[in-house]
């Protein structure tokens, strides 16, 4: 009884989502603002009645009803109560259900917090957004449904899958998600701009948090799915170019040359189509990301099984480009810019260069993704890319990138000259050429680790100037240096946020270089009593035993002992899990874990024979530690860009209500 309420909400949910497309539609058409007004109430109920269908999808988790197929397959008695929670998105059916929640909770939001500001927007918006819900619901009720029935009533469920116990599991799929919701609401207002030919920058400057948002969410995912890769898969590392970790990247990319992209329309009226262009390739890449993780089209250790959504992803997919690519065509002319470039030593050149970078990044990375796909449809056989190629690839444009993040705050707009560029540039060139210089008599001689520190600390100092400047200004003003750092970053939140995030990527590119060019690793098999070295590490194997975990898990665990150029610092423990009811495999590493490096050790098996051996994998990570802490400076510069400033939110209100008035509304 209780889950028929659960898709009976489902039901309602979609029929208030139909009838908000169609009463928006017909409200704008026939000029009655209260049929708008009401398809406006239609997308805010859908939010309740989601959201009632996920209590009882929770509550049937939590109740151990296997009578329902999704809570057989993803949860079991003797789980933990949180996680049975978590399993909400665990699987197929239960994680779209959720998209659809986060869905309908952005949309709502932003229909009820933008409904005055921009009422010629809103009628198209609530048609656009509509749409996109029906899809998801529509997916939900009529193929992945989460409350479908099983004939028999098994006395116990399968349990989740092990690798989805991780705390980086729990927390990394609902920030992916977010993220992803969060980009169509972006989307969703440019359609509505281009749909009603309000092609200033009201659209932007309505979704510009929302932007900033959704990709904070997706930054935050993309962080906390390299920490679960690096603590639970045992690649010894955070990235391996899997296709579905490039297609959480790949709209990352996206929007990240949007949110610099729009900035020059804001400030200088240009890129106006460059900008719809962007947003329609970043919400784009969100359902083609969706695709590739749920139809199983691409192999990855992170996707769901085979299913049939996958043609229908598709075919939404197909629609709304070609429903995007008809309406900026359609408003071609009307997206022209009246100023254009007039240097190519200026800031708007800068961020130009920045939007090229990035999607020459962007479209390596999809045709690499997709070459599977190309090598069997022209080949007949499957091909497939490995990490090397992509690092080869795209490595050199992330240099350029990051020298490029450097430089970019000493131009100004519309024209810089040279000579002021050059005088910014010589002193920082000069201290990074000085500190590579130190890292290779100090006996660092790889020519490319020299040339990406060199670049990296360039960009550092670069941006330590930018605050510098500014705080040194306030402080010539009779302020104390705190007051003045925290002033200028406050009065300014927008630009010394993205210093702050651009200070994050510094910090994390000082770890991948570490990682990528210094890591060493070795796979040994060894005897109880035997020892191994790398580097200045050794470890000795103490032995292994096998014991039962909680929910069914055989737990295999080693013990090794590791010494720091002979100095003990402790013991160890990598383990392998097992899940029985399913016989699915966890390699657990353990590790050794400083600023400097980790000592980062897997049991890959053990044989409890007379010998009692046990074969190893073992890494050095220099620096990796810089990447989880780049990430964190980045999580907190994102948080003072996206922070709302008061005057401008003034502004931004001020001005519909000037427009109200003068319409007569």
């Keep these: 009884m209780i889950p028929d309420l659960g898709y009976a909400a489902l039901v309602l949910a979609f029929a208030a989502a139909v009838y908000a497309a169609v009463v928006a539609w017909y409200g704008n058409r026939t000029n009655q603002p209260r049929w708008v007004e009401s398809a406006r109430n239609a997308t805010i109920i859908t939010l309740p009645l989601v959201t009632l269908a996920c209590g009882v999808l929770i509550y049937s988790l939590l109740r151990g009803d296997f009578s329902l197929e999704y809570v057989w397959r993803v949860s079991s008695v003797g789980m933990p109560a949180y996680l049975k929670v978590t399993a909400l998105w665990g699987g197929q059916a239960g994680s779209l259900l959720f998209w659809n929640l986060l869905l309908a909770v952005f949309t709502a939001a932003a229909m009820a917090r933008n409904w005055r500001r921009q009422r010629p927007l809103m009628p198209y918006a609530i048609m656009v957004a509509s749409f996109t819900q029906i899809f998801f619901l529509g997916i939900s009720l009529f193929v992945e449904n ?39 609401i972006p989307y969703t207002f440019a359609m509505a701009a281009l749909m009603s030919g309000k092609l200033d920058d009201a659209w932007i400057r309505l ?128 997206l022209s810019s009246e100023n254009h470039l007039k240097s190519f030593l200026s800031r708007e050149a800068a961020f130009l260069y920045n939007n090229f970078i990035i999607m020459a990044i962007l479209t390596i990375i999809f045709l690499f993704v997709n070459y599977p796909i190309f090598s069997e449809l022209f080949t007949g056989e499957k091909g497939f890319v490995g990490p090397p190629v992509y690092e080869q690839a795209t490595g050199p444009l992330f240099g350029v990138l990051v020298l490029l993040m450097g430089v970019a705050p000493l131009t100004m707009w519309y024209r810089t000259s040279a000579q002021r560029i050059g005088m910014g540039l010589r002193w920082p ?50 302020e104390n240096p705190w007051t003045a750092f925290t002033t200028l970053i406050g009065r300014n939140r927008r630009r010394y946020g993205g210093y702050w995030i651009h200070m994050g990527v510094v910090v994390m590119a000082f770890g991948i270089i570490g990682m990528e060019l210094f890591q060493e690793q070795t796979q040994i098999r060894l005897n109880v009593g035997e020892t191994v070295s790398l580097g200045r590490y050794e470890m000795q194997f103490l032995g292994a035993e096998r014991f039962p975990g909680p929910d069914d898990l055989l737990i295999t665990q080693a013990t090794v002992d590791v010494y720091d150029n002979g100095r003990y610092v402790g013991q160890f423990h990598p383990r392998t899990e097992l899940y029985t009811r399913t016989n699915q495999p966890m390699t657990i590493p353990d590790a050794r874990e400083t600023i400097s490096e980790d000592f980062y050790i897997l049991m890959i098996n053990w044989e409890p024979t007379s010998s009692d051996q046990a074969t190893f994998r073992i890494y050095v990570n220099p620096l990796v530690n810089w990447v989880w802490t780049g990430g964190i400076i980045f999580v907190i510069g994102t948080l003072i860009a996206a922070w709302p400033d008061r005057k401008e939110e003034l502004v931004t209100a001020v001005r519909p209500r000037r427009a109200v008035a003068a319409s007569g509304d």
């Design 146 to 184: 989460p409350f479908a029935r099983l004939a028999v009533v098994p006395p116990d469920g399968n349990g989740l899958n092990p690798l989805l116990r991780h705390p980086g599991m729990i927390i990394h799929p609902p920030m992916l998600y977010l993220g992803f919701v969060g980009f169509t």
């Design 207 to 334: 979704t510009r948090r929302w932007t900033l948002v959704a990709w904070l969410f997706l930054s935050l995912g993309l962080i906390l799915g390299g920490r679960w890769a690096y603590d639970v898969l045992g690649w010894g590392g955070y990235w391996a170019w899997d296709p579905v970790e490039n297609a959480s990247f790949m709209p990352w990319l996206a929007g990240t040359a949007f949110l610099h992209s729009v900035m020059i329309q804001e400030k200088r009226d240009m890129f106006k189509w460059w900008n719809m262009i962007l947003i329609l390739i970043t919400y784009l890449l969100v359902i083609y990301g969706t695709f590739i993780v749920r139809s199983g089209v691409i192999s990855s250790v992170h996707s769901f099984a085979q299913s049939a959504i996958g043609p229908l992803f598709f075919g939404f997919l197909a629609f709304m480009l070609v429903f995007s690519v008809v309406w900026i065509a359609k408003r071609g002319d009307e």
């Design 429 to 478: 060139a000069l201290a990074a050429l000085i500190f590579v210089s130190l890292l290779a008599v100090w006996g660092i001689h790889d020519w490319r680790a020299l040339l990406g520190l060199w670049i990296v600390s360039f960009a550092a100092i670069l941006t330590l100037l930018e605050f510098w400047k500014g705080t040194r200004a306030r402080m010539k003003k009779g």
